[in-house]
Nanobody, 128 residues
Framework: VQLQASGGGLVQAGGSLRLSCAAN????????MGWFRQAPGKDREFVAA????????YYSDSVKGRFTISRNNAKNTVSLQMNSLRPDDTATYYC??????????????????????WGQGALVTVSS
């Protein structure tokens, strides 16, 4: 089972990008999913998460109101629409499959150790 992220690139501040994460098999359709990012020289951090049915979403404070996570279980894809991008959004973005059935609170869905399948990452660079 693998996750493949795509859609990264170079964009000017204020612009938009859409990342997609495709899963082979039934990974994304039956799992809660998340997006994390890692900027150069920094730890990987939580960005957004979505429940398996798509009815529950969570965002980090830094992206709330600008990013939207969504999913299409029929196509086994999870997307991250990123608007009003800023230079500090520059990072490699990773999609990941949550290991548990329920998110169980912020201590769990923001914790990368709770995700056991990871995509290879998509680089997003935002120029000022």
């Amino acid at each position: 089972v693998q996750l493949q992220a795509s859609g990264g690139g170079l964009v000017q501040a204020g612009g938009s990008l859409r990342l997609s994460c495709a899963a082979n098999g039934r990974t994304s359709g039956s799992r809660n999913m998340g997006w994390f990012r890692q900027a150069p020289g920094k730890d990987r951090e939580f960005v957004a998460a979505i429940s398996w049915g798509g009815g529950t979403t969570y965002y980090s404070d830094s992206v709330k109101g600008r990013f939207t996570i969504s999913r299409n279980n029929a196509k086994n894809t999870v997307s991250l629409q990123m608007n009003s991008l800023r230079p500090d959004d520059t990072a490699t973005y990773y999609c990941a499959a949550y290991r548990g059935v329920d998110f169980r609170g912020a201590n769990y869905y923001t914790d990368q150790r709770q995700y056991n399948i990871w995509g290879q990452g998509a680089l997003v660079t935002v120029s000022s």
